[in-house]
């Protein structure tokens, strides 16, 4: 925690909210400001403008970032099959048909990419360009030689669009469509079986290639799937390591905020109240100084894992950065408040840290401020906690202190 102060004078008979909103109040303000953690945290904005889930956020634009590419993916295969089919070498079943296709394609494309551009975002509308480019696809390799048609590779480049935007399931769905229009493409090019014995064998000998190539589609559906589901899971590493602090697995300040407001959006629905604890160390540089920073680390394990073993479930805590940590308690008077982290300090306080056969005493101080004692606004509540520990500071450290309303000055509740 920095050593700046808020100036005890008579600054501090401004309420909470003209302390932390209040322009121009005197130097003692902007010096506050300046090195408040949670002033730098939330950099002027408030809690309420944090994303809900900014990991559904980073989907939906995953989403946008797929779907541009099926729009000029779609675009370019309608130029190639305009210029090719115009080919004399491409023999063309009915020239109707493909042109219709062609234009209804081109219809399609330019709806999704210029008149549902809000619905870029969403699964739905990368599935429904995958089975609409599946379609497409399955139309021109027909109407331009059925299995002999010089697009037919195309089917692989949308089941390898399909698996890569929208995962396995996508993938293997349409490598069985695919199947179906393999095996009708199959029929309609040999006019459908004779019957007799020598047509029977002369079939099977002219399955045999087309066969092969449909279990290289099947093969490439494989594989696109277990690409999929291994890009899946280190996604869900990523959004692990940006939840949690690495030293002590605890929520990162990230995630606590969202949570807070969530939690905050739900209390207020149920007129409820919750209170936020901002704790730190007292004895981390002494610590660093006398024993090395391995010490320091240990000390820091040893806090977040003490306070987690005596908070609820339903609490949340987080390390804020350094030896500072904050605890959201839902549905917590500030009585109740008080008494969570007057155990927590003693508990602290009782266990020193056994380093390399020395006994190392830790402390920590902690300030308290709560909803809807301290005010309605979530990020003033944060700020008047942040406020109480340095005032447990000011006051001698190894303290628990709580925001006071009726006076405003910040003050300790009598034991209860």
């Known amino acids: 925690m920095t050593e700046a102060r808020p100036d005890n004078g008579e600054n501090s008979a401004l309420s909470g909210k003209d302390f932390f909103f209040k322009a121009g109040a005197g130097g003692s303000l902007a010096s506050?400001?300046?090195?408040?953690?949670?002033?730098?945290?939330?950099?002027?904005?408030?809690?309420?403008?944090?994303p809900i889930d900014e990991h559904k956020e980073i989907d939906r634009e995953e989403c946008a970032a797929h779907q541009k590419i099926f729009s000029n993916l779609q675009m370019l295969l309608l130029l190639l099959v305009f210029v090719c089919t115009r080919l004399p070498c491409v023999h063309?079943?009915?020239?109707?048909?493909?042109?219709?296709?062609?234009?209804?394609?081109?219809?399609?494309?330019?709806?999704?990419?210029?008149?549902?551009?809000?619905?870029?975002?969403?699964?739905?509308?990368?599935?429904?360009?995958?089975?609409?480019?599946?379609?497409?696809?399955?139309?021109?390799?027909?109407?331009?030689?059925?299995?002999?048609s010089p697009f037919l590779s195309l089917f692989f480049l949308c089941i390898l669009l399909t698996g890569t935007a929208l995962g396995t399931k996508a993938a293997l769905q349409q490598a069985g469509a695919v199947t179906i229009c393999?095996?009708?493409?199959?029929?309609?090019?040999?006019?459908?079986?004779?019957?007799?014995?020598?047509?029977?064998?002369?079939?099977a000998e002219y399955l045999a290639g087309p066969l092969i190539r449909l279990s290289l589609i099947w093969l490439l559906a494989w594989a696109v799937s277990l690409l999929s589901e291994e890009a899946e899971v280190t996604k869900e590493?990523?959004?692990?390591?940006?939840?949690?602090?690495?030293?002590?697995?605890?929520?990162?300040?990230?995630?606590?905020?969202?949570?807070?407001?969530r939690e905050y959006q739900r209390i207020l629905i149920r007129s409820g109240k919750f209170s936020v604890l901002m704790?730190?160390?007292?004895?981390?540089?002494?610590?660093?100084?006398?024993?090395?920073?391995?010490?320091?680390?240990?000390?820091?394990?040893?806090?977040?894992?003490?306070?987690?073993t005596e908070l609820r479930e339903e609490d949340m805590l987080a390390?804020?950065?350094?030896?500072?940590?904050?605890?959201?308690?839902?549905?917590?008077?500030?009585?109740?408040?008080?008494?969570v982290a007057e155990r927590l300090r003693r508990r602290i306080e009782d266990a020193p840290l056994m380093y390399e056969g020395h006994s190392v005493r830790i402390t920590v101080s902690c300030g308290i401020a709560c909803f809807p004692d301290h005010g309605e606004d979530l990020t003033e509540i944060m700020k008047m906690a942040d406020r109480a520990l340095y005032r447990s500071k000011d006051l001698g450290k190894n303290r628990c202190t709580i925001y006071g309303l009726e006076d405003e000055e910040v003050q300790d509740p009598p034991p209860a």
């Open 319 to 339: 390390r804020f950065g350094g030896d500072e940590f904050v605890a959201f308690l839902p549905e917590t008077s500030c009585k109740d408040a008080w008494k």
């Open 237 to 261: 590493k990523i959004r692990q390591l940006s939840r949690t602090d690495q030293l002590t697995g605890l929520w990162n300040m990230k995630m606590l905020l969202i949570f807070m407001q």
């Open 92 to 148: 063309i079943l009915q020239t109707p048909v493909l042109n219709s296709a062609l234009v209804l394609f081109a219809l399609f494309a330019c709806i999704v990419r210029y008149g549902l551009r809000q619905y870029h975002r969403t699964t739905w509308h990368l599935t429904l360009n995958s089975w609409v480019m599946l379609f497409f696809t399955a139309v021109v390799v027909w109407q331009t030689g059925f299995l002999s």
């Open 279 to 308: 704790i730190d160390a007292d004895s981390l540089k002494a610590v660093n100084d006398a024993f090395g920073h391995h010490a320091g680390t240990m000390l820091i394990v040893f806090i977040s894992e003490t306070m987690r």
């Open 182 to 203: 393999w095996l009708l493409l199959a029929a309609a090019d040999r006019k459908a079986f004779s019957g007799s014995l020598s047509a029977l064998k002369i079939d």
């Open 32 to 50: 506050y400001e300046k090195s408040s953690p949670i002033y730098s945290l939330l950099s002027g904005q408030r809690v309420g403008q944090i």
